[in-house]
C-alpha cells in the first residue's frame, strides 16, 4: 500500500466510510507488516487524530467500536506493560480489556488514545446526591509499636523525639522512612519486638537494624526484632512488602506470613499477603528465595513467583508489574475488577459495594497512584464495562 492509497484510507476511516472489504483489506497489511513500518503508520493515524479539534467528539460509535474489536483480538508487536506512558497518556491511555485470554496487545493505540481523551466533563461518575468530595490518594503514615506497647505515630512531629530516643535503636527518622542503627547480634539477649503498621491509604519505609530495607504498602504490618539475634532473622508480615535484604550467609532472613515461610540470604523480592486476598504470592526479583507452605518447599529464581493456596504453584511474572505499586503505580494485569478494587480501596481508604452482574473481564494497564480517585474510576469507565457511584467514602461498582 503506497503512501497515496494510505491518505485516502486515512480520511475514509476518519470519516467512517470505509467498506468492510477495505477496513479488512487494511487490517491484514497492517498484520504483514515489520514492527517497525506498522508503528510508522500507526503514528500517522495519531497524528492526524491529535490536529483535530480537542472539543471534538467520537464521529461516529461505529469507529470506536470497530477499533476497540481489532485491539481485543490482534495478537500484537509488544506487550501493553512494556510500554512506558507519557505523563499525558498515563491517565487515558493504558486500561483495555482483554477478551477472556491473555493476548499481547498494540494494535492502534495512538488512535485510541485519540479516542479515549476524557473530555471535560465527561465522566459518567454518579455522585448519589451527596456534596462532592475529592478523595487524594495515600500518602506517607504509619504507626511505630514499640517493646514496651507504646504507640508513636510516625509524622514531622515526632521524629526529632524517635531519632534521638537510644533505647529505640533509631537513627534517623524523616518523611516516610525509618531506619535503624546497625545493631551489635551480641548487644542484646532478648531484643524488644516491635511493630510498624501502615493505615489504609499509607505506605512507609523501614531500613532495618541488618541494614534490609523493606517498604510497606497500605494496610500492611511489619513486626520486627530492636536487633537480629540467633540462627535467622526472623519478621513477621500481613499485607504487602517489598524487601532489599542485606546478605548474611550466616543468619539467613526469614519472613513468616499467613502459614508461609519465605527463606533467604540477601535478595530482592516481594510479597504479597493481604487477609482479603486468596493466596499469599511471593515474587523474585534477585537472588534466590525458598517457599514453605508447612507441607512442602519450592525453590525459586528471579522473575518468577511463587503462589502458595493449597499448594505451592510457581509461575513466570513481569516483575515490573508486580512491584508497579512501590514505583508509584496501579498495575492491573489481567485481573478482574474485584481484584484491581481491592488496591483502589486500600489506597484511597473507601468502601466497595457491589451490584448487579459485573464485568468478569480482565483488566490491564497502569494508572498513577498519585491520581485523586474520582480520576482512576474515570479511566475505568472508559473501558466502557463498569460504571461507579460515590457515596461519600463508599464506592458502589455496577455493570
Not at 510508522?40 to 472539543?55: D, G, I, M, T, W
Not at 491520581?371 to 455496577?398: P, Q
Amino acid at each position: 500500500m503506497d503512501e497515496k492509497a494510505l491518505n485516502i484510507l486515512l480520511s475514509k476511516f476518519t470519516a467512517n466510510v470505509l467498506t468492510e472489504k477495505e477496513h479488512q483489506e487494511f487490517i491484514d497489511w497492517l498484520h504483514q507488516l515489520p514492527e517497525d513500518r506498522a508503528e510508522e503508520v500507526l503514528e500517522k493515524y495519531a497524528s492526524h487524530f491529535e490536529q483535530l479539534p480537542e472539543n471534538n467528539s467520537i464521529p461516529h460509535p461505529e469507529l470506536m467500536d470497530r477499533i476497540q474489536a481489532e485491539i481485543d483480538q490482534h495478537e500484537g508487536v509488544y506487550l501493553l506493560s512494556d510500554h512506558t506512558p507519557t505523563a499525558e497518556q498515563e491517565q487515558v491511555y493504558p486500561l483495555w480489556r482483554y477478551a477472556g485470554v491473555a493476548v499481547a496487545l498494540l494494535f492502534m493505540c495512538s488512535i485510541a488514545f485519540y479516542f479515549l481523551q476524557p473530555a471535560a466533563n465527561s465522566s459518567s461518575l454518579v455522585k448519589d446526591n451527596h456534596p462532592i468530595v475529592q478523595i487524594i490518594p495515600g500518602s506517607d503514615k504509619a504507626t511505630l509499636t514499640t517493646g514496651n506497647g507504646e504507640k508513636m505515630i510516625l509524622s514531622r512531629s515526632s521524629n526529632a523525639a524517635l531519632a534521638g530516643n537510644p533505647q529505640l535503636g533509631i537513627d534517623q527518622v524523616s518523611d516516610g522512612e525509618l531506619i535503624y542503627g546497625q545493631a551489635n547480634p551480641q548487644s542484646s539477649s532478648s531484643p524488644a519486638m516491635n511493630v510498624l503498621s501502615t493505615p489504609r491509604g499509607g505506605k512507609y519505609k523501614v531500613t532495618l537494624p541488618d541494614g534490609t530495607k523493606v517498604w510497606l504498602n497500605a494496610g500492611t504490618v511489619l513486626k520486627y526484632p530492636s536487633a537480629f539475634t540467633g540462627k535467622k532473622r526472623l519478621v513477621e508480615l500481613i499485607g504487602e512488602a517489598y524487601f532489599e535484604v542485606a546478605k548474611n550467609k550466616s543468619m539467613p532472613f526469614v519472613v513468616n506470613v499467613n502459614h508461609t515461610q519465605v527463606t533467604v540470604l540477601g535478595t530482592h523480592f516481594n510479597v504479597m499477603a493481604y487477609a482479603d486476598e486468596p493466596a499469599v504470592q511471593t515474587t523474585l526479583l534477585e537472588g534466590s528465595v525458598h517457599i514453605s507452605d508447612g507441607q512442602s518447599g519450592k525453590l525459586i529464581v528471579p522473575g518468577e513467583q511463587a503462589i502458595v493456596m493449597q499448594g505451592i504453584k510457581v509461575i513466570v511474572v513481569d516483575t515490573a508489574q508486580v512491584i508497579g505499586w512501590k514505583n508509584g503505580n496501579f498495575t492491573f494485569y489481567h485481573e478482574d475488577i474485584r481484584t484491581v478494587m481491592n488496591k483502589i480501596a486500600r489506597w484511597y481508604d473507601v468502601d466497595i459495594e457491589y451490584r448487579g452482574n459485573i464485568t468478569k473481564e480482565q483488566f490491564v494497564g497502569v494508572i498513577p497512584r498519585s491520581k485523586d480517585l474520582s480520576a482512576v474510576l474515570h479511566t475505568l469507565e472508559l473501558t466502557g464495562l463498569i460504571h461507579f457511584k460515590i457515596n461519600e467514602r463508599r464506592i458502589v461498582v455496577m455493570e
